[in-house]
């Protein structure tokens, strides 16, 4: 079955330590996104990438880095410098097909915390 | 893209159709209605989407007002397992989605 697998579901990282969290597709998307959610909140945006080897930045970039080398991986590394990187971490993708193709799909997610 | 408003929390008992609204008064000509309901700790899943006619799939309707200033998501028959937090977005082309903080539905025996 195609779908989005991110892992693991569950991290613990310690203070100054860099982290980095895996988003693999299998649907053929060629968009991909991160987002953030901390408790009682909505999600917002990290990073995302349209096409294999660009992506921008989102709402909430800084402390953070991704890479898209391959089209099915959009990995996020969460690094020292994110002041509070404790929260739920959500990966998507979308087809770049156009509105009538429906929307996001998004991982399980992975919970972050900093110990 | 434009703003939403969804009113916090909502109760529906089981079976019943729950009715969730959203307001969205500066939308613009070329911006879809996107709804996601995120049960805890899980992904959002995407239910439905529209442009300017009321739509239905297997899982939902929407219905869009006339002028596109509000819409109402409707789940049939809610049963336990709708219980969750609906997100109303409006989106425009190839934009990003932006989640505001959603409605919380609790469907109840």
């Known amino acids: 079955d195609g779908g989005i697998t991110q892992s693991p579901k569950y991290l613990f990282r310690k203070e100054g330590q860099n982290v980095t969290l895996s988003c693999e597709q299998n649907?053929?998307?060629?968009?991909m996104y991160w987002y953030r959610q901390d408790p009682g909140q909505g999600l917002r945006l990290i990073y995302y990438s349209q096409i294999v080897n660009d992506f921008q930045k989102g709402d909430i970039a800084e402390g953070y880095s991704v890479s898209r080398e391959k089209k099915e991986s959009f990995p996020l590394t969460v690094t020292s410098a994110q002041k509070n990187p404790t929260a739920f971490y959500l990966c998507a993708s979308r087809t770049s097909g156009g509105e009538t193709v429906g929307g996001y799909t998004f991982g399980s997610g992975t919970r972050l915390t900093v110990v | 893209d434009a703003k939403t408003t969804q009113p916090t929390s909502m109760d529906c008992a089981e079976g019943r159709a729950a009715n969730l609204p959203c307001n969205h008064s500066t939308i613009s000509g070329n911006e879809y209605v996107y709804w996601y309901r995120q049960i805890h700790s899980q992904g959002p899943q995407y239910i439905i989407h529209?442009?300017?006619n009321n739509e239905t799939n297997e899982m939902a309707s929407l219905i869009i007002t006339e002028d596109r200033k509000s819409s109402t998501l409707i789940l049939p028959h809610a049963t336990l397992r709708d219980t969750a937090v609906y997100y109303c977005?409006?989106?425009?082309?190839?934009?990003?989605?932006?989640f505001g903080k959603g409605t919380m539905l609790l469907v109840s025996p």
């Open positions: 649907l053929n998307h060629d968009a």
């Open positions: 977005i409006v989106r425009k082309g190839y934009s990003t989605l932006t």
């Open positions: 529209g442009l300017k």
